[in-house]
């Protein structure tokens, strides 16, 4: 039996690694439609959401720790990532990784990428940014924004996804750098630059982050 779920989690570990290593892949701005129903077609029967409403297309993945979290080896874990096409072109491409840690009531432990071509009103940081954290200090995940200007790094890092948390055994995965390790340093060394002190006395465990 156990070997049976040793090879669930790396069946479904490998899955959101193929999603993730394609989404990313693609380029706001640039990458057409067309590529993008390839990637649903790749991965057809991890699609959760799909639909097209005139010039816009959205297709989502989902892959779960179902068995692992119904057998209670692990809290529920989810993987998630989703494009939106305008016009035939990718201008959005999300991704996810949460884990229900109970670390805070009212938000699950999680990384989360939002990729966009121009950022929207409601997610504009300064018009010069091209790579930020939206993210309160000491909340257990974080949120990378960039868009199409970032350079090839901070896509490598928004994109660097620890996907050990969707299968990890036992509780753990409890603070942001767990998710994204490369975009949480960059994260401490843009509140340094910014005369916060990084997270202060904030994620008292951080010394254990790679």
Known sequence: ????????????????????RDVSGLR?????????????????????????HGANCWVAFEVYNTWL???????????????????????YIGVELSRDTQAFPTHPSAGE??????????????????????TPVGKPYLRVALTAKADAVQRQHAYAYSLTCLVKPGRGCDLPCDYLPLAWHDWEAELN???????GGYYSMRARCP
Request: glycine content about 6%; proline content about 4%.
């Open 69 to 91: 979290f119904r057998l209670k080896l692990e809290p529920i874990a989810r993987f998630r990532a989703s494009v939106n096409t305008s016009d035939g072109i990718v201008d």
């Open 113 to 134: 990428t939002s990729e966009y071509l121009t950022y929207p009103v409601s997610a504009r940081h300064e018009e010069s940014e091209t790579y930020w954290f939206p």
């Open 193 to 199: 630059k910014e005369g916060w002190n990084g997270f």
């Open 1 to 20: 039996m156990m070997l049976g779920f040793v090879i669930y989690a790396f069946t479904i570990k490998a899955t959101a690694s193929a999603i993730l």
């Open 28 to 52: 706001v701005g640039v990458s057409p439609l067309q590529q993008v129903e390839k990637i649903a077609a790749r991965h057809k029967h991890w699609i959760q959401e799909k639909s097209c």
